[in-house]
């Protein structure tokens, strides 16, 4: 894949031929104001041009800044190639004399001996010489006209050199090196300067030998000259390039070859033939002859089940220490490194200078008195791959061996909404999970996972064999929603299996962003958050020219109603994302926003207010020692002490926050309160008692202390999704934290503070399956309770397996369904269906059966079965309430209504169902889902960001939904009289 991508604002479409064509005249002068030379100025024209029809770029304000770019890293290439050859040729130069007729005599024996000892090669041997070294082809270039592996191109030019070594070795003994000397034009000793190195390239190839003039002399001249050095020619700096750049090499195309007159690059022939890499701007444009590397070069190669080397794959090298440092890091250093070309038998070659400097980096965490190894270890966690460990800081004799577990590929192919194959890019995320189609996304921290991109050239990713696989997809633009899915992994190896969906479009939120003043941001950086549910989002983004922004709408599943969108406006070189910080600056809050199923939704002008929030509390989080602790984790509570009990406190939702790298915090909220109490957290470590700190406080100081471990493991029935256990352990005092369980059946608790201890061990909807107490943790050390060492649940657990279907029989594709044990739905969890509409349930053997509905529709009931089971389920119905009158309220004042199902004849209200159905009015409207038909209750209330006051009518209001149409609008009235009341409470 190519480094240089074009990248499109939303709406941009690429410069035609015909719109570049109107920059002709004014990129000619702009190059007349940069390059003096007329010859070199229209060479960086044309590349320029040529840069531009091979890789177009957006048509918009920004085409000519691009042309410039281009333009001027033209420039700079051939300044930079007329400073290499300028040092090159005085390198290489001579002090000229005349030479004797001796010495002509003997330089024209010695090239008709060498001359003689490559006509003698074997054919093949001679073809790869004569293209390698005259034609100044590079070994890929070689294999392809040839149609042969490049290793074999690589193979047959290093016995060809060995050859003729031998054969001088023969003629000339020990001292060959010596004797030949002279044709190369190296001096006597062999011992040269590494700086000589490079001008033996120039002279052999006409600069400074008399006798090499015949193409075919030439040709001698560099194998003659790659000989006397050892190895082959090329300056240390560029041969550094060359080994790291090799790793990108199979991932572009190679540069075409040009034949121009008086090419001036370093390594330029007689015949003026070089590698031209202009095609993309900013690669170096360096003709590099092959680099067969250093002796001292580790080779390593990965090998599959059948002992067949792979080049799909990529390794690291990684100095690490072993143990973590104060900031909780291991690694000290590392580099990634691919396969060079395609010849995977050539393997992966680790320069070893990169080594040393992995051996160095490593000698300085052991002079610091710690432990640190140096290792080789593969970039990908599917399939297991083998490592290796350097012993003792030495490289190996020999070439390394990995050896890949049993492996597979899943080819993944996405279509457009349109039915065409999209030719985009994915971002593909696997993960190994042991859960049955259908099961929940499993612990990427935990799993084993890979993540990668796919292309139309490389759409498939090296998976192991005989697991399933979850996949979550990401298309490179953001127009599409991600995709994920759980499928079956390849049976054998090398097996294909294939992945193909249908991407479906965002929707988007755009608008006008405008100032304090009310002015358009103009081409303004900001960041966003977007609030759906209880999750957030957000990113980085930046208005148009006008102002206008585009954001799209990503959370799964698809929202209908987005609670609040925040835009910060991001001053010039600002990259946080800490939204403490950001709640200092001025910013947009949007609220309440009715989202469609696709296209765009306008909010309009959104203009930025001054930040309502206010710093509480300052201080700092340290450990017992009074070192500071970054990354800590602050709660806080708002308390009254002059009015209320100090018990009585409230959540400061608004004021969550973490510590800085130097532990410092700052508590910041809209909400006035007399004091907060503060609480910290932090892996590993816990808070014997929360800080209370009047407002206004700058050095609350909270302290951590390390706290115990306690762990355990489970054992669970075969096939069970091991995501739908969680354990709980809670202390004497009533607090408790959470754990899921690791693939394993594993947990463990880090931060557990002296005293009595018990484990819950719950399956939710369900009540806890086990409680286990008693357990002891003495201060920092381990509880060794044997009672948690394994702990039996395989006849306690089961997994009820079902296919949803909707009212007309269809499986119901990619949707959440909710689950609780009875219908009341005060407990529950979510499931994802498949492509097939199945999905997998964990519960309890006691449980008799579960209700199962669509997200706020009817439930269905069903009994637990080991057989599949079918359910149908109908979809909620949609209503929008209107309005009708519309009252007039205050700034900052809202309507909302809640639905309650009436359940007799009396008209009393169902009021015990978790999910109450209601919503917000937006404009006179407010849509809402009721599971069935049938009379709803309404309850009213208005509220403002602070205050909430319910609307207690003594004429209770009430609706009939109808069970005829899918989505329906029905007009509401609020009680005017409480609402009058209500408002005129607040003005007082």
């Excluded at 002859?289 to 990684?318: F, H, K, Q």
């Excluded at 994802?832 to 579960?850: F, K, Q, R, Y």
Aim: aromatic share 6%.
């Amino acid at each position: 894949m190519p480094r240089n991508r074009t990248h499109f604002r939303d709406g941009d479409a690429p410069a035609t031929t015909e719109r570049l064509i109107e920059h002709v005249d004014w990129l000619r002068r702009l190059a007349r104001s940069v390059v003096s030379d007329p010859t070199d100025r229209d060479d960086a024209v044309q590349q320029t041009w040529l840069s531009a029809l091979l890789h177009p770029p957006a048509d918009g304000p920004g085409l000519r800044a691009w042309l410039k770019l281009v333009l001027l890293r033209c420039a700079a290439r051939q300044r930079e190639r007329g400073a290499w050859r300028a040092r090159w040729e005085n390198a290489a130069a001579r002090d000229e004399a005349a030479p004797s007729a001796h010495e002509i005599a003997e330089h024209i024996l010695l090239e008709r001996e060498l001359a003689q000892a490559v006509a003698e090669l074997p054919e093949a041997q001679r073809v790869a010489v004569w293209m390698r070294f005259w034609e100044q082809l590079p070994p890929r270039e070689i294999a392809r006209r040839l149609e042969v592996p490049v290793e074999t191109v690589r193979t047959r030019l290093k016995r060809a050199l060995s050859a003729l070594r031998g054969r001088l070795e023969r003629t000339h003994g020990n001292d060959w090196k010596a004797a030949l000397a002279p044709l190369a034009g190296l001096p006597m000793a062999f011992g040269a300067p590494a700086h000589l190195a490079g001008a033996v390239t120039t002279v052999a190839l006409g600069c400074g030998g008399i006798a090499l003039k015949t193409k075919l002399a030439a040709v001698v001249g560099v194998v003659l000259a790659s000989m006397l050095v050892g190895t082959w020619v090329l300056p240390p700096a560029w041969l550094d390039h060359a080994n790291e750049s090799a790793t990108t090499d199979d991932r572009r195309s190679e540069a075409p070859l040009e034949r121009r007159e008086g090419s001036t690059g370093p390594f330029a022939s007689s015949s003026g033939v070089r590698r031209d890499r202009s095609i993309e701007p900013n690669l170096p444009d360096i003709a590099l002859p092959m680099t067969m590397g250093d002796s001292a070069d580790l080779i390593v190669r990965i090998l599959d089940a059948r002992g067949e080397p792979v080049n799909d794959l990529s390794i690291y090298l990684a100095t690490e220490r072993a143990k973590p440092d104060k900031n909780g890091e291991r690694q000290v250093h590392y580099s990634t490194w691919r396969v060079e070309g395609k010849a995977p038998r050539h393997g992966i070659r680790i320069p070893a200078s990169k080594l040393e400097d992995a051996f160095a980096k490593a000698r300085e965490v052991q002079a610091e008195g710690q432990t640190a190894s140096v290792r080789i270890k593969p970039s990908f966690t599917t399939p297991s791959c083998s490592g290796y460990e350097f012993a003792a800081l030495e490289k190996p004799e020999g070439d390394i061996e990995l050896r890949l577990e049993g492996s597979g590929f899943l080819r993944v192919e996405a279509m457009a909404p349109s039915g065409e194959v999209y030719h985009g890019d994915l971002s593909a995320l696997v993960m190994v999970t042991s859960a049955e189609a259908g099961a929940e996304r499993p612990n990427q921290q935990t799993s084993p996972s890979h993540s990668c991109w796919l292309s139309p050239s490389e759409p498939r990713i090296r998976v192991p064999l005989g697991k399933p696989l979850f996949v979550e997809l990401w298309p490179r633009i953001h127009e599409f929603h991600r995709h994920s899915e759980t499928i079956a992994g390849p049976l054998a190896e090398g097996e294909e299996v294939l992945l193909r969906y249908t991407l479906r479009p965002y929707a988007f939120l755009v608008g006008r962003l405008l100032s304090i003043e009310g002015e358009p941001l103009r081409a303004q950086r900001f960041h966003f958050s977007m609030y759906v549910g209880t999750g957030m989002s957000g990113g980085h983004s930046r208005t148009d020219t006008e102002g206008r922004f585009r954001l799209a709408i990503s959370r799964e599943p698809e929202p209908d109603k987005v609670d609040v969108v925040k835009f910060f406006p991001l001053l010039d070189g600002q990259q946080s994302y800490d939204t403490g910080e950001l709640e200092k600056q001025a910013k947009a809050t949007v609220e309440n926003i009715v989202v469609p199923a696709s296209g765009e939704h306008d909010l309009g002008d959104v203009r930025i207010a001054p930040s309502d929030r206010k710093i509480l509390v300052s201080g700092v989080v340290v450990d017992e020692l009074g070192q500071p602790l970054a990354g800590a984790t602050l709660s806080a509570w708002k308390v009254w002490p002059l009015v209320r009990p100090w018990e009585e406190i409230e959540f400061l939702e608004d004021a969550g926050t973490s510590t800085k790298p130097d532990g410092t915090f700052e508590i910041l909220s809209r909400q006035n309160c007399r004091a907060v109490l503060l609480s910290a957290a932090k892996d590993g470590r816990y808070l014997a008692k929360g800080v209370v700190a009047e407002i206004g406080r700058s050095d609350a100081r909270l302290i951590l202390h390390a706290g115990g471990s306690v762990s355990g493991a489970l054992l669970l029935p075969n096939d069970f999704p091991w995501t739908a256990i969680s354990v709980r352990c809670s202390h004497q005092d009533g607090r408790s934290d959470n754990r899921e369980l690791d693939r394993e059946g594993r947990f463990q608790f880090t931060s557990c503070r002296p005293g009595v201890h018990a484990i819950h061990i719950e399956l939710s909807p369900w009540p806890a399956l086990l409680e286990i107490r008693d357990i002891l943790v003495d201060g920092a050390q381990p509880s060794a309770d044997a009672r948690l060492r394994e702990i039996d649940l395989r006849q306690r657990l089961a997994v009820l397996r079902l296919r949803a279907l909707d009212s007309s029989g269809a499986p119901l594709r990619h949707k959440f369904l909710e689950y609780s044990p009875d219908d009341r739905f005060e407990r529950s969890k979510s499931v994802l269906t498949d492509a097939d509409g199945l999905a997998g349930i964990a519960l309890p053997v006691d449980a008799e059966g579960l209700a199962i509905s669509l997200r706020d529709g009817s439930p269905a009931y069903l009994r637990w079965s080991p057989e599949l089971q079918e359910a149908r389920l109908a979809e909620p119905i949609e209503l929008q309430l209107l309005l009708e009158p519309k009252p007039e309220l205050p700034q900052g004042v809202f309507l909302s209504v809640r639905l309650d199902r009436e359940t007799d004849a009396s008209g009393a209200s169902d009021r015990s169902q978790r999910r109450k159905q209601g919503s917000t009015f937006v404009d006179g409207k407010a849509d809402c889902r009721v599971p069935t038909a049938g009379r709803y209750r309404m309850t009213w209330f208005a509220h403002t960001q602070a205050k909430t006051v319910e609307l207690a009518s003594p004429e209770p209001q009430s609706i009939e939904v109808s069970s005829d149409r899918a989505s329906q609008s029905l007009r509401a009235t609020p009680p005017a009289k409480e609402l009058a009341e209500a408002l005129e409470q607040w003005k007082r």
